[in-house]
């Protein structure tokens, strides 16, 4: 059973430009959230994707932008980049359903901003 | 503000022991609790889901929901130095689709 994969593991990009981060998830699972860690806290939630829609937003700026495709996969863009930016970024899938269900992380990406 | 609060550690406990892990919440309509294990550098792995109230045991891992006090706990029983982890506790406040609210973790140690 695949689990959630992401790609890829690390980057390091200069302060000003954009990266593009991607996720497959969980075999059946049709949810994807993408979440932001940075260095000693807790995950902060950036956005979810259901139906090729961004259907919640956590309080990240527009510069964080996603996009899922029909297979459920998903992209999480970054424009402009700032020294703040650099995190471990966590994709998590799961399953629709109100009030929440298990989510499961991928490996996850860690960006360094330079 | 929809929080989620622990209490960062570390939390040190001799092999063998019991290792109690809390975290309270500020929304008492939650409905979803979580527990994940984050080693250091790795990503988040979940190891107990609960979602009423009372214990609810996988193994040597036991969840317990207090939505009353809105309050959840972990114990793990004959902690092993491999238990050795960030744990972290999340919510999915109200209504929800599996939105995560986290704590910043607990670091637990357990000494040979």
């Known amino acids: 059973d695949a689990g959630v994969t992401q790609s890829p593991t690390h980057l390091i990009k200069t302060r000003g430009q954009q990266v593009t981060l991607r996720c497959s998830p969980k075999s059946g699972h049709d949810t994807v959230s993408w979440y932001q860690q940075a260095l000693g806290q807790g995950p902060q939630f950036i956005f979810q994707?259901?139906?090729?829609?961004?259907?919640q937003r956590g309080n990240f700026p527009d510069r964080f932008s996603g996009h899922q495709f029909p297979n459920y996969s998903s992209e999480l863009n970054v424009n402009a980049l700032l020294l703040g930016d650099s995190a471990l970024y966590l994709c998590a899938s799961s399953l629709n359903y109100v009030g929440g269900t298990e989510a499961f992380f991928g490996q996850g990406t860690r960006l360094t901003v330079v | 503000q929809k929080e989620v609060e622990q209490n960062s550690g570390p939390l040190s406990v001799p092999e063998g022991a019991i290792a109690s892990l809390n975290c309270t919440y500020s929304?008492?309509?939650?409905?979803?609790f979580f527990w994940y294990r984050q080693y250091s550098g790795k990503s988040p792995e979940l190891i107990m889901s609960?979602?009423?109230?009372g214990d609810k045991e996988d193994g040597r891992f036991t969840a317990q929901l207090n939505k009353a006090s809105q309050y959840v706990s972990l114990l793990i029983r004959d902690s092993q130095p491999s238990d050795s982890a960030t744990y972290l506790c999340?919510?999915?406040f109200g209504s929800g689709y599996s939105t995560l609210t986290f704590g910043k973790g607990t670091m637990l140690l357990v000494s040979p």
């Open positions: 994707y259901y139906e090729e829609e961004e259907r």
């Open positions: 929304d008492r309509g939650s409905q979803s």
């Open positions: 999340a919510v999915c």
């Open positions: 609960i979602y009423s109230n």
